[in-house]
């Protein structure tokens, strides 16, 4: 089977997955269409109970004491385009010296 083959397998498979008594069957089967609200038992939903328990561990109690940054005027990062401005980022340094290299 290659890329090829596949238009004519879903030539011949799609208009007979898509009759419309498998597309009313389809919503049948989950509830929806008729609608039946009973579709699902406490039994379907058991699973989640795990994750719906209170919080066991105590909450913590350390007050964050810092108040907000604040960044002066002259330390503020300049708008514009990146390229347009140099990098602080682009200076080397040799491994044995610990001297820049520029």
């Known amino acids: 089977m290659n890329i090829y083959n596949i238009s004519g397998i879903v030539k011949t498979a799609l208009p ?18 008729p609608l039946n609200v009973n579709i699902f038992t406490e039994q379907d939903f058991m699973p989640s109970y795990g994750t719906e328990r209170p919080n066991t561990e105590p909450e913590s109690t350390v007050e964050n004491k810092v108040g907000p940054a604040i960044i002066p005027e002259n330390d503020r990062p300049k708008t514009g385009c990146s390229k347009d401005s140099e990098s602080t980022f682009s200076v080397l340094f040799q491994a044995d010296t610990g001297a820049p290299v520029i």
């Open 16 to 33: 007979q997955a898509c009759k419309p008594i498998n597309i009313k069957a389809g919503f049948r089967k989950t509830g929806i269409y």
